[in-house]
């Protein structure tokens, strides 16, 4: 009587957390990727905006710039973006959805609201729409749908919906 069990097959082994032994289906792995992309794309664009435009806000004084606020919300974008790539999960997905949904917000309310100074940050109320502006937007809430999307595949994955 032959008994050949796999080290992840026997009973009692130990199996990796989330992943109850099974091996994802290629439709899995393809609403993966697909999203981990569109996720990424969506920041990446976001993040090259910003930087783009970043010296052109250099010049709105207060004790952070908004040029130094444009180059930090790109940092965070493109640190998030690759995490999303390199290790998908619920924490990455959660992390994206919140750089691309505070940027969109961020857009939305200095476009249609003076807000004026806040604490550190300067004025940035800009009642006009621009093309980086505008790509911007569409960018952060690509992602952010994404994201959220992603978020909640990987929490139906790890349950085994």
Do not use: C, Q
């Not at 008994?3 to 082994?13: E, I, K, N, R, T």
């Not at 290629?26 to 664009?45: D, H």
């Not at 207060?62 to 999303?84: C, K, M, Q």
């Amino acid at each position: 009587m032959s008994h050949s069990h796999s080290a992840l097959g026997a009973p009692g082994a130990i199996r990796p957390a989330g992943r109850k032994g099974r091996r994802s289906s290629p439709l899995t792995l393809a609403l993966s990727w697909v999203l981990r992309l569109v996720t990424a794309a969506g920041l990446a664009v976001d993040a090259y905006m910003h930087l783009k435009v970043a010296a052109d806000y250099d010049v709105i004084p207060g004790t952070i710039s908004g040029g130094d606020l444009f180059r930090a919300e790109s940092a965070a974008a493109i640190a998030v973006a690759l995490l999303v790539l390199v290790r998908p999960g619920r924490v990455a997905y959660l992390l994206a959805f919140l750089v691309a949904a505070s940027a969109l917000g961020a857009v939305l309310l200095y476009t249609n609201v003076d807000v004026g100074t806040l604490g550190p940050l300067p004025d940035l109320y800009e009642p006009v729409w621009f093309t980086e502006k505008t790509v911007s937007a569409i960018a952060e809430a690509v992602a952010a749908g994404a994201a959220a999307v992603g978020f909640v595949f990987e929490v139906l994955r790890r349950r085994g919906t």
